[in-house]
């Protein structure tokens, strides 16, 4: 992702993340108060208001993304939807979503947060009312990507207001509070939308989400009134914005696409290529206009760092729901409520302890945090790849709690140390930057580690039918569904072979989404190098500004 142009990070290191025990040997940390806010920090009860609107429209987003799926079997029959269709229905808010969110971004440093904000609600409400009364697959995919459109102005907007509204010492706890919010959203969805399912027709969770957004829009009205009037210095980098969302839009179908109809085919490389040679050419160009100013290559490299390990633990998380979540319904016989229910001590735990973990950001630096929530999902996710057809939920819970307090803790942690990366004037790009990296990563999670899954599961399904001494052959059709954990079926097998053959095929899914897990393992464990790198390099530079008789650089 390209990194917009920053100011130099000052000595004190209060914008790359070294605060409290942190600070550099020499350096103070950040003094009370902070710097750089829009004018005088709101009083008690409007800084409360301003935190409980942000959380709203963060839990606002994530119940809307999380419920399609849930819907979307309802969704195929009511409207007659081919399994294309229903693809499509999904990535429209996706694709919608990734291509808009840098322009969100930076249309709210340059105009407002609370006026980008307020917008992103009629587009939300607007496309959420249109599924609602969609008639058909179009007006449905349309709607979608109004919805999409309008969240690419919400998020970046809700989450940026916290870094020119408050002291620098608050914001951990308010981005804390911000993250638990979205969380809940994510929680309660699956569940909620279950019910609502079992209970009406899918229109009423669009006509529901329309109707809170409607909600939404009157109280941000009224919370954000001159909370941030935007900055006519900020340039609206308009060609840079339309090439990062080209060139992420790209990327992203090649990975949808490869997805579903694997690596080798035309239309999953050539956009996916075109869409990394498009960001690596503007990243490349955008760092290489840092040489003039000596700080300016430690900032890029602490976002860029930042951003990576963001991407790489989004692959970890939404592959836990993404897995576990089959895994519990086709291998453990758990209705889609009972899936939703039994991932709490995931979903949940984050959604309790996220406050908690921004305000220890805040104390003890991000550091200690990032190290700590990688090593717990390193644990949770190695845990889970040991699943077998035979485990019990006794087995599952405790590695999802592990992921769940270590997404928990690392979330509001990155976003704090994102935030302070730069001026407030940019915190809008930067929130943005920051969303596009957690949905890139959902992305990846479902594309590569969906292909580790279907390009293993066939073998594994031979192995263990070889190990119960059951020799059969099977067409290509009876073995279609292994990867979504759909046992295959031979016709003319006696119930006794039948028998073996449903539990080859769910022994054969756990192994392969134990090799999934394993390249999800793998990312985490790339996240804590590059954060371990990062550090080193903060710490030589903190070294190198404190060295006595170091003549700066003239400027």
Not at 283 to 292: E, K, L, Q
Request: glycine residues 12%; positive net charge.
């Amino acid at each position: 992702m390209a990194v917009p142009a920053l100011t130099e990070p000052p000595v004190d290191g209060t914008r790359v993340g070294l605060r409290g025990p942190d600070a550099l040997d020499g350096q103070k940390p950040a003094a009370r108060g902070g710097v750089a806010r829009d004018g005088p920090e709101p009083d008690v009860r409007r800084r409360w208001l301003l935190i409980a609107v942000s959380g709203a429209i963060g839990f606002l987003v994530s119940i809307d993304s999380s419920t399609i799926s849930v819907a979307n079997p309802r969704i195929a029959s009511s409207l007659h939807a081919s399994i294309g269709d229903t693809q499509w229905i999904t990535t429209a808010f996706l694709l919608s979503f990734t291509v808009l969110l840098a322009g969100g971004g930076t249309l709210a440093d340059r105009f407002g947060r609370a006026r980008v904000l307020l917008a992103g609600l009629v587009f939300f409400a607007l496309g959420s009312t249109g599924a609602a009364l969609a008639q058909d697959v179009l007006e449905l995919v349309t709607s979608r990507i109004l919805v999409g459109a309008g969240a690419a102005a919400m998020m970046p907007s809700s989450i940026s207001l916290f870094r020119s509204q408050f002291r620098l010492e608050r914001q951990p706890t308010a981005l804390g509070i911000w993250t638990g919010c979205a969380i809940s959203g994510a929680a309660i969805a699956p569940i909620g939308a279950g019910w609502l399912l079992g209970h009406g027709s899918w229109r009423i969770v669009f006509a529901l989400v329309a109707g809170c957004t409607g909600v939404m829009f009157v109280l941000v009205g009224v919370a954000l009134r001159g909370a941030h009037r935007g900055s006519a210095d900020v340039p609206l980098m308009a060609a840079r914005n339309t090439v990062v969302g080209i060139g992420l839009a790209a990327l992203v179908w090649g990975l949808i696409r490869a997805g579903a109809s694997g690596w080798g085919s035309p239309g999953a490389i050539v956009p996916a290529l075109a869409g990394i040679v498009v960001l690596a050419a503007l990243a490349w160009r955008t760092r290489s206009t840092f040489g003039a100013n000596e700080g300016q290559p430690l900032v890029a490299r602490t976002i860029g760092s930042c951003l990576s390990v963001v991407t790489l633990l989004s692959i970890g998380s939404v592959g836990t729901i993404f897995f576990t979540s089959i895994y519990l319904q086709r291998v453990g016989g758990a209705s889609p409520l009972q899936a939703g229910v039994r991932l709490l001590p995931y979903l949940g735990v984050g959604a309790v302890i996220s406050p908690l973990m921004g305000s220890l950001a805040g104390r003890y630096g991000e550091r200690r945090l990032f190290v700590c929530s990688l090593a717990l999902m390193i644990l949770g996710l190695a845990g889970l790849s040991r699943l077998r057809a035979s485990s019990s939920y006794a087995d599952v819970w405790p590695f999802l709690l592990l992921i769940g307090i270590g997404y928990a803790a690392l979330t509001p942690a990155a976003l704090n140390l994102l935030m302070r990366s730069a001026p407030p004037e940019r915190a809008g790009l930067l929130a943005a930057l920051l969303a596009g990296a957690n949905q890139f990563g959902g992305v990846l999670a479902v594309a590569v580690l969906g292909s580790v899954l279907s390009s293993t599961v066939s073998g594994q399904f031979r192995a263990v039918l070889s190990s119960l001494h059951v020799h059969a052959t099977f067409g290509g059709a009876a073995t279609n569904g292994l990867a979504q954990g759909i046992p295959a079926v031979l016709a003319g097998a006696s119930p006794h072979e039948q028998a073996l053959i449903h539990a080859a095929s769910l022994e054969a899914f756990s192994r392969a989404m134990g090799l999934a897990f394993v390249g999800a393992t793998a990312a985490a464990l790339l996240a804590l190098i590059i954060v371990a790198t990062l550090w080193r390099q903060l710490k030589l530079r903190g070294a190198e500004r404190a060295a006595p008789g170091r003549t700066p650089r003239p400027r």
